[in-house]
């Protein structure tokens, strides 16, 4: 752990008593005392605490910003208004997927957060490929504060957070500092993204930790409410050789965008995605409930019935799911057997399961429309 990069709130975590693990170069909490199970349900009823700091945080800047990154990403940046944010994903030239991200108007400057586990290779890859300033922000953290007591918590730092919708973004006053505060989230819950001065996030953490409502949840428990919520994480169910029509994330490339759009193509892969939006994929991203209540995770091959030796797919992500009371799952499947109700088998330990296809997300989104 020692050659592993600490976030402002590192010291914090350990003196709440996390289990600290390496992921994406960073040392971060996987849980608290609380557990895992605990923690989920508490950020379903209340609202909890993530520190997301490791993930990068940068600035697109240039009165032409927003025109070159949609030479990158193929949704609509030169329509997204200002104090708006919305969801989007890079592209290499053959349509998979390099990073999934969030991008916010923010008056001057376009808001870019992607993946830790990618930042580095993003940044790198804005440089080189576009006509404007980019500029990775490092003297900021980043909390996330989901679930629906969320904005009651963060009313009482600045009563303005409840006037905010889904995917609005603003600069806001909480607790001394100058925020930059979205309202979304991973989870499927209403809640808030808030990027903070390194120099005051553990006050804030801390501010927030102090409301009774509010608990301190790592990265088990965002794991499995992001799965609850049919959400992709990437490197397991998107990847550079996936697309977004594969990903049934093809809601996230508005019309202006696709072809017979103002402004359709002109970013890298265009021409394949284009054809598998005309023809159609061979495979497909479903949601998947095994049966039973052992949990099917990633890797898990997938069979049409319970004796073929034909694999037809595989889970990409699983475990159980807390709020749904059972096992969840999703990961690709041949397009002929995608659609809901169909019963499929998963090779488990040797033994063929079964496990139903279904649409996600497995819990109802809360967010504040």
């Known amino acids: 752990m020692s050659d592993l990069r600490h976030t402002p709130l590192h010291d914090l975590h350990v003196e709440l008593g996390a289990k600290m693990v390496p992921f994406a170069g960073y040392a971060m909490p996987v849980q608290y005392p609380l557990g895992v199970m605990k923690e989920h349900l508490h950020t379903r009823a209340k609202a909890g605490l993530f520190d997301v700091s490791h993930m990068g945080q940068v600035k697109v800047t240039g009165d032409g910003a927003a025109a070159a990154l949609e030479t990158l990403i193929p949704v609509d940046v030169i329509g997204l208004a200002e104090g708006r944010q919305r969801y989007g994903f890079f592209t290499n030239d053959v349509g998979g997927i390099m990073d ?37 922000v490092t003297d900021r953290a980043l909390l996330a504060l989901q679930g629906p007591a969320a904005e009651a918590v963060l009313s009482t730092l600045n009563p303005a957070v409840a006037d905010m919708a889904f995917m609005d973004v603003a600069t806001l006053t909480l607790n001394g500092a100058e925020c930059w505060v979205s309202r979304s989230g991973y989870t499927g819950e209403d809640g808030y993204e808030i990027s903070v ?4 996030a553990v006050d804030l953490a801390r501010m927030l930790l102090a409301h009774g409502d509010v608990e301190p949840i790592g990265l088990g428990a965002r794991d499995s409410l992001r799965l609850e919520g049919g959400l992709c994480l990437y490197c397991h169910d998107i990847d550079t050789g996936t697309t977004p029509v594969q990903a049934a994330l093809t809601w996230a490339m508005q019309k202006v965008r696709r072809p017979g759009g103002a402004r359709a193509g002109g970013f890298p892969g265009a021409d394949p995605i284009a054809s598998e939006l005309a023809e159609g994929v061979a495979r497909k991203r479903v949601g998947l409930l095994p049966e039973g ?8 091959p997938l069979f049409a019935d319970a004796e073929s030796d034909a694999q037809i797919g595989m889970i990409t992500s699983g475990g159980f799911g807390p709020t749904v009371g059972g096992p969840v799952a999703m990961g690709y499947v041949a397009t002929a057997q995608a659609s809901p109700g169909t019963v499929l088998y998963g090779e488990l330990r040797g033994k063929r399961l079964p496990l139903t296809v279904t649409k996600m997300p497995f819990t109802p989104a809360n967010f504040k429309r």
Do not use: S
């Open 197 to 200: 001065p390194n120099a005051h």
């Open 293 to 300: 209540r052992a949990p099917m995770r990633e890797g898990v």
């Open 100 to 136: 999934d991200l969030m991008l916010a108007n923010r008056g001057d400057h376009i808001f870019v957060v992607v993946n830790a586990a990618c930042k580095d290779a993003d940044i790198a890859h804005m440089k080189t490929r576009l006509d404007a300033d980019v500029t990775e």
